[in-house]
């Protein structure tokens, strides 16, 4: 087993409980869906920053899809790699199955893919997940996509919070919504990504040099009564990489905080706004058990920072892309919905829009290819232009 595939948390290692943690994750997230953004049902829908290299990566897709999206999408810059053997991969996707009744295929071959990433798979190619491997902030997808995106644990890792959202504002639909979870660097618990550092030398990402944090963190993976009692305790690292990290310190660094874009929640609200976002909702997620770690001595040595965005551990924040009054006159329901973006008269097409075309007719010869060979090809009455 290579450094990186050792299990991190112990709960990794149980699948039912993996599954478990993946699941209250995406509860989190579709709490917020039901309560800020409508629900999924019928909706076209983005999850931003999938997490493809991880087991759990792309859970939320067919779970969305069995809250009722019509079609979903998955973005990472990591590569998709959903095709994957890797057994740790097909262990977690068969117990999710098993416990989730999700549909995804291949497990009986001893692999797990979702459907389109696979064109032999032609019955696969039709499925309503997709996913792809592109950056939050240049997506490939038109404008006005989009009804509904959702991320977690992403925005506090993209290098320009700023470009993604305003791509965000782009591909969604005037009146579609957001809904965000990301963990806040001034954070106690989450903000460093220093698992179980907050505990012995609270806001050591705020407080110390890189140097001494380093130090600090060799010092508690050296110690198993430390790094065994990190929040909460399925989160404590396992023992075998707790030993690699005792080894070298510094590799924590590289494999968990090295992106971490330092981002504070005013500054993305005021990102949002200036894409033009309206929030709906911002709310800041504390664990009151924890405002203990908040001495005087500490507040006094933060003083920059207030209590709130010390305390967070995560922030949610629902996003609406406004109607503008651009507005589809020819609406049947009486509802006003959105029209399409179309590239002037006249006006070269981008390049992103020369790709997407050019994705197009790619996607038009699979499903001639399919229908020569007599393929079992699903019906679908999915139009062309819904594809990226
Ligand atoms: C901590 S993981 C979260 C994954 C998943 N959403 C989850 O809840 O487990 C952060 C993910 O953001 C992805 N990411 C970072 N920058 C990105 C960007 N510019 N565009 C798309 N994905 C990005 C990383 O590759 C990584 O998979």
Redesign the pocket.
Known sequence: MSKSTVPLFGYQSDMGRYVQQ?CD?YNHLANGVDEYCGGFDGKVVL????????I??GL?LPLAIRAGASRCFG????SPGMHSSEPNKVEFWKAAKEMLSVDVQGLDEGRVYFASTDILHFDDFFSRIELLQ????NMWFRDDMFDLVI????FE????PHA?LKEMYRILKPGGTAYIHWNPFTGFRMGGHDIGMPFHYPWAHLRLKEKEHVKKLGEIFRNPDLFSTAFPPEHSPTAERAAIYAEDPGLFYKQIGY?LNRMRISEFLAYATSCGFEIAHSGFHCDESEKKYLTDDIRRELAGYSDEELLTIFHSAALRKPMQGRVNVNSVDGMKSAEPAKTPPGQVPSLARRLVNRGRAIFQRGRRIASDLGSRARPTNRSATERP
């Open positions: 993946a994750v999850d931003l920053g999938v997490g493809f290299q991880l759990h990566g939320t973005i990472d810059i990591a592109m950056s939050a902030s991320s977690n644990a992403v890792h993209v290098q320009n993604v992106d």
